[in-house]
């Protein structure tokens, strides 16, 4: 298994909606740097309980602002006291999977907490 990596979530701005987005980070980097033409997440198209495991959650929105045209999803595992993002793909528009990105392995404990002060 990979080696663990720190999770954590920055809301950023966003130049089209114009009000702050929601990014993971992974080890202190957005997962935007691994993808173009993703953005950040608007909470109101959050889930109510966001990242949570699960086949093809939402991640990542479509840089436009609106995350149903065209999101970033993973499938968020639990092995053991570990949360594991996986198999990141683009369904909406051209079904792409990026084989070369992650799997990114968290600790639960603080994947947890960052989710609570999400809230």
């Not at 929601?22 to 109510?48: C, H, K, M, N, Y």
């Not at 968020?76 to 051209?94: A, H, K, L, M, N």
Request: proline share 8%; hydrophobic share 40%; aromatic share 10%.
């Amino acid at each position: 298994m990979p080696k663990r990596v720190e999770f954590g979530m920055a809301g950023v701005p966003h130049d089209v909606v114009h009000e702050d987005v929601f990014v993971p980070l992974i080890d202190g980097t957005p997962l935007t740097d691994w993808f173009e033409a993703f953005s950040g997440v608007r909470r109101e198209d959050l889930q109510p309980k966001p990242f949570q495991p699960g086949k093809a959650r939402l991640v990542l929105g479509c840089d436009c602002g609106i995350a149903a045209c065209g999101p970033l999803v993973a499938d968020i595992t639990v092995e053991g006291d570990t949360i594991v993002w996986s198999r990141f793909r683009r369904p909406q528009r051209d079904g792409h999977e990026y084989e070369n990105v992650g799997p990114f392995v968290f600790g639960r404990v603080q994947y947890d907490e960052v989710l609570l002060e999400l809230g």
